[in-house]
């Protein structure tokens, strides 16, 4: 029996480019990017500041 096992390498920034999106390089430094709804942070050193991000937006919410 022969096993062939195949490997495609697929990039997200080849993904996010074609779809309008924005790549930012920054390394080891905190990296948070708010857009709606959406919150991402890019490395552990982000997770401070994209919390704070978070907290900010929820004590602008209206309580359910």
Do not use: C, H, W, Y
């Not at 096992?5 to 905190?30: R, Y």
């Amino acid at each position: 029996i022969k096993l062939v096992l195949k490997t495609a390498v697929i990039l997200l920034e080849d993904k996010i480019k074609p779809l309008g999106g924005a790549i930012v390089q920054q390394k080891n430094e905190p990296d948070v990017v708010v857009d709606g709804r959406l919150i991402t942070g890019k490395n552990p050193a982000s997770a401070i500041p994209m919390t704070k991000s978070l907290i900010a937006i929820l004590a602008t919410q209206k309580p359910r």
